[in-house]
T-cell receptor, first 114, second 115 residues
């Protein structure tokens, strides 16, 4: 079955330290990969996506993600965390030949402590 | 401002009642989606529509209905057949036109509570 896994329910990071939010996927075909962020009681905001080409993708708010085909991973990273980065982060994947539906991870709560 | 609007923000329903959640977009997007979000779970797709007057069931369509009479609007009705409707409902839209790598844009959500 096709799936997306975010193995950590919660990630705690001190402000100023680098952060990583993990995402792995299991799909057939060539995937398009996305990261979204959700603040409390709000809709999701798009952060970045991988389509093809350079494995390191840069996105909004200083976030970046690295696509690793051999490890089927797409981890979200930021060199220096801010308290305002605290939110719920979702990874999603869409197959290149799909009917445009997304497969979603369960989300990772990121807590940045001052 | 371009974007997606959902109304109401909070909705309370008595058991046995049908309620309709509104979703409007002025992004000129072809596709629209309804998701349900429960605590600790990812988004689950209820219905989606790629074109006016056409829509498809998602993973959890039972107890829900939709219509797509206009490109801009995709209302969701939560019927009395939905056994556990208390959740946060998110509407989204995206461009299709042969470009599956386009991201989805989300509305602010409607929180439905059954009393």
């Amino acid at each position: 079955a096709q799936s997306v896994a975010q193995p950590e329910d919660q990630v705690n990071v001190a402000e100023g330290n680098p952060l990583t939010v993990k995402c792995t996927y299991s799909v057939s075909g060539n995937p398009y990969l996305f990261w979204y962020v959700q603040y409390p009681n709000r809709g999701l905001q798009f952060l970045l996506k991988y389509i093809t080409g350079d494995n390191l993708v840069k996105g909004s708010y200083g976030f970046e993600a690295e696509f690793n085909k051999s490890q089927t991973s797409f981890h979200l990273k930021k060199p220096s965390a801010l308290v305002s980065d605290s939110a719920l982060y979702f990874c999603a994947v869409r197959l290149s030949d799909s009917n445009y539906q997304l497969i979603w991870g369960a989300g990772t709560k990121l807590i940045i402590k001052p | 401002d371009g974007g997606i609007t959902q109304s109401p923000k909070y909705l309370f329903r008595k058991e046995g009642q049908n309620v309709t959640l509104s979703c409007e977009q002025n992004l000129n997007h072809d596709a629209m989606y309804w998701y349900r979000q429960d605590p600790g779970q990812g988004l689950r797709l209820i219905y989606y529509s790629q074109i006016v007057n056409d829509f498809q069931k998602g993973d959890i369509a039972e107890g829900y209905s939709v219509s797509r009479e206009k490109k801009e609007s995709f209302p969701l009705t939560v019927t009395s057949a939905q056994k556990n409707p208390t959740a946060f409902y998110l509407c989204a839209s995206s461009i299709i036109l042969g470009q599956p790598y386009n991201e989805q844009f989300f509305g602010p959500g409607t929180r439905l509570t059954v009393l």
